[in-house]
């Protein structure tokens, strides 16, 4: 069992990088080469017609700008999500603003929780943080791709024993929690959960949405 889930994270790690290759020789090459051919435009117009060269010159500023606050910046945060810094919900509401083109999500949280999550001294752990964006990051994808549903609401308190509980419902389509493929499907869930020493659960109905709780340990 262990070694499967060694498997998991290693694939779901393989895929990162497949998708920050993508990214790299896709769209980012792709814009810089245009870029690069620009200033050649740029060069040869230099002395003939500075006006024009200007011109483009600026457009070509404006594009590194966008490569830099869209590609690469989309790069990183998909090695690191570096708002995981600033604090754990200002993360999440961050995430979840992604999604509103394709669904109402909203998010509470309990005063305990929010205390606690303090940029100047945050007493909830780095791997932690990390874990619950990571856990809400898939739970929306899986809703945005498969749910069929047009709200997510995400609670987040501070359960029994030291505990955060963070709960995720939508009023998607459901299914059959024992499928096998479904089980399959959230398999990265879990390992995501355990990695920490969290643990979770799951209840859906058939036209019922779904409900997806997960603890974390805060200590």
């Known amino acids: 069992s262990l070694r499967e889930s060694r498997d998991r994270v290693a694939t779901a790690e393989e895929r990162i990088r497949k998708d920050i290759a993508e990214v790299l020789h896709g769209r980012v090459q792709s814009s810089l080469l245009v870029a690069w051919y620009q200033l050649g435009r740029c060069a040869d117009s230099f002395d ?7 011109a483009i010159l600026e457009q070509v500023r404006e594009e590194i700008d966008r490569i830099r606050e869209k590609e690469v910046r989309e790069v990183s945060h998909s090695l690191h999500p570096s708002i995981i810094q ?9 995430l979840a603003r992604k999604f509103d083109q394709s669904l109402n999500v909203s998010i509470s949280c ?3 929780i929010a205390e606690m999550d303090n940029v100047a001294m945050n007493q909830i752990p780095e791997p932690i943080r990390l874990a619950a964006y990571r ?14 549903a047009t709200t997510v609401e995400i609670s987040i308190k501070l359960a029994a ?7 995720i419902c939508d009023n998607g389509q459901g299914f059959f929690p024992n499928h ?13 959960i355990e ?14 949405g779904t409900t997806l709780t997960a603890f974390f340990p805060l200590e």
């Open 195 to 208: 990695s920490v020493g969290g643990s979770w659960n799951v209840s859906s109905a058939v036209g019922f």
């Open 135 to 148: 856990v809400l990051e898939e739970a929306l994808n899986n809703v945005a791709k498969h749910a069929g």
């Open 180 to 192: 096998s493929k479904i089980g399959m499907g959230l398999m990265s869930l879990d390992d995501r």
């Open 110 to 112: 309990d005063a305990s």
């Open 86 to 94: 600033v604090g754990m919900l200002p993360a999440l509401k961050s």
């Open 161 to 167: 024993h030291h505990k955060m509980q963070i709960t």
């Open 48 to 54: 003939s017609d500075p006006v024009k060269a200007r």
